[in-house]
């Protein structure tokens, strides 16, 4: 079955340093992946997805990640973190159903 | 911006009560979802449906649940006896495709605690 990793339950940056979030995934076939936030109270957001083609994908807020299939990665990254950027991100992957496989998300502390 | 919608926001229910989270989703989406997550631990998928009928179901969406589409804008999930173990947070999601591309818009969730 296809699944995800993300590597660090927390991490934390300064407003203005490089956001780095790890995912990992597990597949025998080209995967879809997606990279979701939740804001406190509120649902899971799509930032962007990788389905095929260019393996640079560009998100909302600033955020962008790339695909990797020798490394089976699709981390996301975000060149300046703004204050607004502290949420919980979740790493999913997407195999051929209907269902979304989500790692155990990355909760995201952006201090001054 | 269309949005999914859940309600209630939190549930109390007693072990063994039946309880009815209710969803509202993007009305012209024709794929709906359902998810749960514990508390500390990864987002799970339930179940999906289309057309009336369930499209796919994990093993943790046993007899115990059930999820109808009452009407022409609602989406339940039933659970009909309460464990300790159901108390999680569930998402409602929607889409317009059953595509792996599609995008699944989520609601805000309903948080259930089972006493």
């Known amino acids: 079955a296809q699944s995800v990793t993300q590597l660090g339950s927390h991490v934390s940056v300064s407003e203005g340093a490089l956001v780095l979030l790890r995912c990992n995934y597990s597949s025998s076939v080209p995967p879809y992946l997606f990279w979701y936030v939740q804001y406190p109270n509120q649902g899971l957001q799509l930032l962007l997805k990788?389905?095929?083609?260019?393996?640079l994908v560009k998100g909302i807020n600033g955020f962008e990640a790339e695909f990797k299939k020798s490394e089976t990665s699709f981390h996301l990254t975000k060149p300046s973190a703004h204050m607004s950027d502290a949420a919980e991100y979740f790493c999913?992957?997407?195999?051929?159903?209907?269902?979304?496989?989500f790692g155990k998300g990355t909760s995201l502390l952006v201090t001054p | 911006e269309p949005e999914v919608t859940q309600t209630p926001s939190h549930q109390v229910t007693q072990m063994g009560q039946e309880v009815i989270l209710r969803c509202v989703p993007i009305s012209n989406h024709l794929y709906f979802y359902w998810y749960r997550q514990i508390l500390g631990q990864k987002v799970e998928f339930l179940v999906s449906?289309?057309?009336?009928?369930?499209?796919?179901k994990s093993e943790i969406f046993d007899d115990q649940f059930s999820v109808e589409r009452p009407d022409g804008s609602n989406f339940t999930l039933k659970i009909r006896s309460t464990k300790l173990e159901d108390s999680a947070m569930y998402f409602c999601?929607?889409?317009?495709?059953?595509?792996?591309?599609?995008?699944?818009?989520f609601g805000p969730g309903t948080r259930l605690t089972v006493t």
């Open positions: 999601a929607s889409s317009d495709g059953r595509a792996g591309t599609s995008e699944q818009y």
């Open positions: 999913a992957v997407r195999p051929s159903g209907y269902a979304l496989n």
């Open positions: 990788y389905t095929t083609g260019a393996t």
């Open positions: 449906f289309y057309n009336n009928e369930i499209s796919e």
